[in-house]
Nanobody, 122 residues
Framework: QVQLVESGGGLVQAGGSLRLSCAAS????????MAWFRQTPGKEREFVVG???????WYGESAKGRFSISRDNAKMMVYLEMSSLKPEDTATYYC????????????????WGPGTQVTVSS
């Protein structure tokens, strides 16, 4: 099993940057693919970006060119670096872990953190 806790959310102005962190615990972390999703009220959860156990990445359309993901297996951490933020990036951001190697389907993610709120003001 994997337990996940996100941090680093907050209020930022449009055009600014923010780094989210996801602290993981559990023996399965190093073998899991990790991803960030986001969700706003009334909308479906959206895939943002994922990273495989050896560092390969895959991006959702909203993240290309602005966001990057990284992981530190020794520290059991996953990071989401966000830049050039826009008001439409406002959402609750979730860290998730999957047994699948490179999925963007939330149904393939078994473990989720509670989320961290990101608000981008215009």
């Amino acid at each position: 099993q994997v337990q996940l806790v996100e941090s680093g959310g907050g209020l930022v102005q449009a055009g600014g940057s923010l780094r989210l962190s996801c602290a993981a615990s559990g023996r399965s972390f190093t073998s899991a693919a990790m991803a960030w999703f986001r969700q706003t009220p009334g909308k479906e959860r959206e895939f943002v970006v994922g990273i495989g156990r050896t560092g390969g990445t895959w991006y959702g359309e909203s993240a290309k060119g602005r966001f990057s993901i990284s992981r530190d297996n020794a520290k059991m951490m996953v990071y989401l670096e966000m830049s050039s933020l826009k008001p439409e990036d406002t959402a609750t951001y979730y860290c998730a872990a999957s047994r699948y190697p490179s999925s963007s389907d939330e149904q393939h993610y078994d473990y989720w953190g509670p989320g961290t709120q990101v608000t981008v003001s215009s």
